[in-house]
């Protein structure tokens, strides 16, 4: 069955450095999400990316952030510059044009020292 | 008011149990309501969705929904221990591509 995959599963940065956290969606969906989770509290919505480009964003997603599909395959999230507070989950999901609703992938625990 | 709640548990019930989990969601204009379970730091997997009101079945398990009443349940019957999880209920407003709102979730053990 296809899944959403991510990498890495754990990473691990000093505050102010930059991270790419890598995902690679259903092949053949074409909606594609980051959501994040701290530890204990719930999943929250990051950002949503539609015929690349951004389709709705949190306020959470300020411009520290950003996403990108560089090729048919991967969609990027980048944090510039890390605060000790993005320590947390985050999982991508994608959504095809004809389901009913989004796949998560297995998530990459972030953690900001 | 919060939009989306769950009571958190930890719900803890043995093998074969009945379990209830319930969610109250604060915006009518939500239109498809899913649920999912989360292992310990892992990520949230489908068990079901839907988008209307009533019942629907998928083996051990039925999602119900009550638009009216804003609330919506998943019913886990014969529960087993690889039940034990975190179910988080989730909703989207207008598709099924806008964001999702989860609630906190409920903590569930099944205990043999």
């Known amino acids: 069955e296809p899944e959403v995959t991510q990498t890495p599963s754990h990473q691990v940065t000093q505050m102010g450095q930059e991270v790419i956290l890598r995902c690679v969606p259903i092949?053949?969906?074409?909606?594609f999400y980051w959501y994040r989770q701290i530890l204990g509290q719930k999943v929250e919505f990051l950002v949503s990316f539609y015929n690349n480009e951004i389709s709705e964003k949190s306020e959470i997603f300020d411009d520290q952030f950003s996403v990108e599909r560089p090729d048919g395959s991967n969609f990027t999230l980048k944090i510039r510059s890390t605060k000790l507070e993005d320590s947390a989950m985050y999982f991508c999901?994608?959504?095809?044009?004809?389901?009913?609703?989004?796949?998560f992938g297995p998530g990459t625990r972030l953690t900001v020292l | 008011q919060k939009e989306v709640e769950q009571d958190p548990g930890p719900l803890s019930v043995p093998e074969g149990a009945i379990v209830s989990l319930n969610c109250t969601y604060s915006n009518s204009a939500f239109q498809y309501f899913m649920w999912y379970r989360q292992y310990s730091r892992k990520g949230p997997e489908l068990l079901m969705y839907?988008?209307?009101?009533g019942n629907k079945e998928d083996g051990r398990f039925t999602a119900q929904v009550d638009k009216s009443s804003k609330y919506i349940s998943l019913f886990i019957r014969d529960s087993q221990p690889s039940d034990s999880a975190t179910y988080l209920c989730?909703?989207?407003?207008?598709?099924?591509?806008?964001?999702?709102?989860f609630g906190p979730g409920t903590s569930l053990s099944v205990i043999p």
């Open positions: 839907t988008y209307s009101s």
């Open positions: 989730a909703m989207t407003l207008k598709t099924s591509y806008d964001k999702v709102i």
């Open positions: 999901a994608s959504n095809a044009e004809l389901t009913d609703t989004q796949y």
């Open positions: 092949s053949n969906h074409l909606y």
